[in-house]
Structure formats: C-alpha cells, structure tokens
C-alpha cells in the first residue's frame, strides 16, 4: 500500500511539473514557427575602411596639414605657415608669369610682368610669417598656390598655363641698380622660359572662365625624398637689397635641386583681366634653445624610406595632370595607408628613432616600433649629430 502510493505521488509529481511546463511554454522552447532559412547564415556588413588621402592631396596645404613623414633622423621642429593673398590685374597686352619656388629664406618664388618686346620684370614673393621669426634651419614641409579669375564675365577671357617642373627652371637675372626693388629678364631668357612652359608636355592648358568656379592650384614637392635642411637665410626687406636677395635666393635653390617647380603663365589679352592669388606654406622651422619657440617644437612622424619615396613621386606624378587628383588614395597608393597609420599612431616610440636613427628601412623600423629599444635615447641624443653612434650599433 505504501509503495503504491509512492507511485502515485511520483506520477501526480510529473503530471504536474509537465503541466506547469506547458503553462510557461518550457515544451515550445527550440521550436521554430515557421520553416528555417536555406543557405548559410547572413553577416554582419564589414566596416568601411577610413578614407585615405591621396600622395598629392596629402602634400596639398590647402587640403592636409601638420608634420609630415620623414625617412630620416632630424632634431624636434615646429611648423610654421605662411599664407599670402594678393589680386593682380594684368593690363591689356600684357603677359604674367609666377614661378612657385622653395628656398632656405621666406622666398617663395617670383611673379613678373611682360610685353612681349621688352625686358620682364619681377618680384618676389614672400611667405611672410616665417620671415618674422628667424629660425635656425628650415625644411620644406607643404607649399602650394592656387589662382582664380576674378574679372566680370564679360570680359573674361584667354588661357592659363600651368607647369609641374622635376626642378626650379635657371633663369639668368639681369643686373640691375641696387636701389630698385624689381628683378628683371632679358628679353632673350624670358622667350625661352615661356616656350619651355608652353610646349611642355607636362604643361596643362585651362581656360580662364573655368577657373573662376574651379581653382587651378599647384603645389611642389622634394625631388629628392631625404628629408632636407637647410641653414635658414635672414630676408632683408630694405629697399636697395631686396632685388640682390631675391636673386641670390634662388640661384641657391638651382644649386641644391632637391624640390620641384610649378609655374603659371598667362599670355596678353585684348582686356584686362584681374586674377586672385593665394599662397600657402607649411615649413619645418628649427629654432636656438634661447628662442622663444623652441619648446614648442617636437618630433615629426618617421617612415620607411621607400615609403616616403613614394609619397612625393606619387604626389609629383599626379601633379603633371593637375590639382583634379583624386581625395581618396588609389589602389596603387596602398603605402598611403600605412603613411596615414604613421602619422595618427606613432606615438613616443617615433620620438626615439627620430633622434637615434639617420635613414630606416621596414626591417629596423618595425623593429623599433615593436621593440621601443631605442625610447630612452632621445635624452641621451638630442641631435642628429650625436646619434649617429647610437643608430650604428643597431643596423
């Protein structure tokens, strides 16, 4: 009697458990209400990769700024941009030239007037605030110009010439009075330097009218991708020097050779016609410790070298087609990935292979960047000079 009632309560037990189960819906769990999907499960989107600048929009200062990457050590610098804005209205029959240029100074090149059976006559332009400070040693770092037609539609008119040059194109100064600000061109030079602008196959034809929506712009890269500095040159802006200066400034860029040129011609029109120009560059400023600015300066971004190499060639080949090179990189421009990661993600560690090793390649920089072996060297090495030592015992 007794085992029979254990049986009884055993069976009312599971009768009831079962029908709390179906009250809850326990049975229905791991049913599906409907027939199952064929096919592999859907996933999840993957995320877009950031958009990458383009070499050249990456070296363009209107589009990009800050530091950019270097192959090789240097000491802690401060950026410095200049801008310039000027309107210049070209009188009728007259023709003008600018010529983007770098050099060791705040001179940025030259702009001059011509008739077409005369001597030209030229004036330098400035990027005025690096003039004011003094540094000690200047690097190229960005500079570009970009012009715009400004006259009423109805009397715009001509083309624009514009010219991405491997180097700054010789041009024999006429001597001149000291006491007169303007540089001049023998007639004889300047045809040559227009036919060179004009029959170059590097050279693009834009019309004027257009340029008054869409900007022609240039900018100018190093031909040589090491990362150079030069002692900087004082600009002397009184009156009786500023010609001798301007001259001599450039003469000392054709010697060093290690940037590119880009020049604007716009040949003689029937009517006047007013254009705007804007000028800006972004320069690697050194300074002494006892100048105001020197704490202010840090290390810059440190790349492979082949990398920073194919920053400026790819930049410099997109400049023979124009400033219409595209925002976002090319397939072929993949090393702009990696030049972007470099620049938002080195951190300390590029401080310290900044100071201690002269050029890298990917084998040392990846070492380093893993590593950070060399983090304790930048108080011990400072300069490039005294770091040599230290790099060596590392390659």
Known sequence: MGWWVGVSLTSM??????TIATQTGMKKKGKSKGPKPKGPKPRNPKRQPRSTLSAHSFLDP??????????????????????????????????YLVCLAYTQSACRGYTMTWTGTAD???ACTFAPQLA??????VSLQRCGLQLQNTTNSLNRGGTIYAMAAND?????????DTDDPLSRVTYANIIKLIDRITSSTRTRIISANSSAVRKVKGIITYTNPDFSWNVFVPVDMSLNTLNTFFEQSLATTN???????????????ATAQTYTFELLSQDGARFDPEHALYGSSRYAPVAPSHHVASLYRSAMDASHHGEMAPTAAQPHETFMQRMGDIVHGIGSVAEGVASAVPKIGSAIYNTV???????????????????????????
Do not use: C
Request: proline share 6%; glycine share 4%; hydrophobic share 45%.
């Open 62 to 95: 209107f589009v990009s700024k800050g530091y950019v990457p270097s192959p090789v050590a240097h000491a802690p610098y401060l950026i410095v941009e200049s801008a310039k804005r000027w309107e210049y209205t070209v009188a009728a029959n007259y023709s």
């Open 168 to 176: 700054i194109i010789d041009v024999a100064f006429k001597a001149d």
């Open 255 to 269: 010697l060093l050779n290690n940037t590119s040129a880009y020049y604007f011609y716009i040949p003689a029109q």
């Open 132 to 137: 004011t400070l003094t540094p000690s040693h």
């Open 13 to 18: 037990s599971t009768r009831k458990s079962n």
């Open 120 to 122: 030209a006559l030229g």
């Open 369 to 395: 960047r893993t590593g950070r072996i060399l983090q304790g060297l930048r108080t011990a090495a400072p300069y490039i000079e005294e770091a040599g030592a230290a790099a060596a015992i590392l390659m």
